[in-house]
């Protein structure tokens, strides 16, 4: 949605708190072209900032934790021996919404795992820049948080991963930012522009927030700047939860290609994967750490518009465009060949495929199928390697 800052001229001031520590509605926080508007985030009442405890021993509902309360983290199901994976949610939602049980319900199905839904609607059912301001505050709240995890529970901030969709992708931000990167990893997801883009890094989502920041992108346009160490574009818009969620449960249906724009992408220029091989977008991104010596790079893909949203790339043998199927198919056994003339033919006449070759994506490797038959206009041929 479009969203008018307009500007106000009021003198400098600053917010402090016990726990969370000091807000300021100077630059680089206020008053820049994307920023004009010289106010304070609310104060962490106003927020309500709660933390939403789901395990594989409660997956149905909510354990309530509080950093202010430690005791009812030791109470609860959280696991010191597992993961973290705190959900962070954007503009006008909540904690409760039902994509983020979705996402942890698919991530108890692979893994043993903490995931906490962080619950901050009242900061985001402001109007949008003054949520786009509460973002500090919350994720204040979440640095906070993962301290009193590493002090009080010796549970290291390594082993946290912050998940955040719209303005929930720059609160995983600022957390890793008042965490010093120590964190494992951050994810974006359709990190929010408006009030964000342009602006210097301690204020929006950026690679050195954590160990591993990756960021999926649902439009083709230009990602200026980059804000993760692995940017996926895809080609469909407001999906990006949705995409992340079916990942979980296909790896090897989100394979990304390194590109420098979506154009060269849709003209093959990107095909087959580099010898390094191709990174995974959504859940298991960061596999590919270290596999190649860029730090930030910028991958694209195709993805369904229903159903899990997987598509793997193959090249056509004989057009220039690429073929996008619904699923990984694995090693190919064989090939069938339809042909259509579109044209009437009393005569019906035969012909057929001597030689198709097709080649994966993934790993470059070429599958070569030959046949002597003809056929005639919409019967199946079958191709068998050769």
């Not at 087959?272 to 860029?294: D, L, N, S, V």
Request: glycine share 8%.
């Amino acid at each position: 949605m479009p969203v008018l800052c307009v500007a106000l001229s009021v003198p400098g001031k600053e917010v402090c708190y016990e726990r969370l520590g000091c807000f300021s509605n100077e630059k680089p926080w206020a008053g820049m072209v994307q920023r004009p508007l010289k106010i304070l985030p609310w104060s962490p009442e106003d927020i309500d900032t709660r933390f939403l405890l789901f395990t594989n021993e409660n997956p149905d509902n909510y354990q309530v934790i509080s950093a202010t309360d430690p005791a009812t983290i030791e109470a609860s199901n959280f696991q010191l021996d597992r993961k973290t994976r705190f959900i962070i949610h954007g503009f006008i939602d909540k904690g409760e919404d039902s994509w983020l049980l979705d996402m942890c319900k698919r991530m108890f199905q692979v893994e043993k795992v903490n995931c906490v839904c962080v619950d901050w609607r009242r900061g985001a059912k402001a109007e949008y820049t003054q949520a786009a301001y509460n973002t500090r505050v919350v994720g204040a709240e979440i640095a906070y948080l993962v301290q009193v995890l590493s002090t009080e529970l010796e549970y290291s901030p390594e082993n946290v991963h912050l998940i955040g969709h719209s303005l929930g992708a720059h609160v995983a931000g600022e957390a890793g930012r008042r965490l010093e990167g120590h964190l494992g990893r951050i994810t974006g997801l359709d990190p929010a522009e408006p009030c964000f883009q342009g602006l210097p890094e301690e204020v929006r989502l950026d690679p050195s927030d954590a160990m591993f920041v990756d960021a999926i992108h649902t439009d083709s346009a230009s990602i200026v700047p980059y804000l993760g160490t692995q940017n996926f574009a895809a080609c469909n818009h407001l999906r990006s939860y949705k995409y992340y969620a079916s990942s979980i449960l296909n790896p090897d249906g989100f394979l990304g290609y390194p590109c420098t724009s979506y154009e060269e992408f849709q003209q093959n220029g990107c095909f087959p994967c580099p010898e390094e091989g191709c990174p995974k977008m959504g859940h298991y991104a960061e596999q590919f750490e270290g596999k190649t010596i860029a730090v930030e790079q910028t991958f694209f893909l195709n993805t369904g518009d229903s159903g899990n949203f997987t598509r793997s790339l193959k090249p056509e043998a004989v057009h220039v465009r690429d073929i996008d199927v619904d699923m990984e198919v694995g090693e190919i056994q064989k090939v069938k060949f339809l042909w259509n003339n579109r044209v009437i033919n009393l005569f019906r006449p035969e012909m057929g495929a001597s030689q198709i070759t097709v080649q994966s994506g993934k790993d470059g490797k070429e599958y070569n199928f030959c046949s002597n038959n003809t056929v005639h206009e919409d019967v199946l041929q079958s191709l068998y390697p050769c």
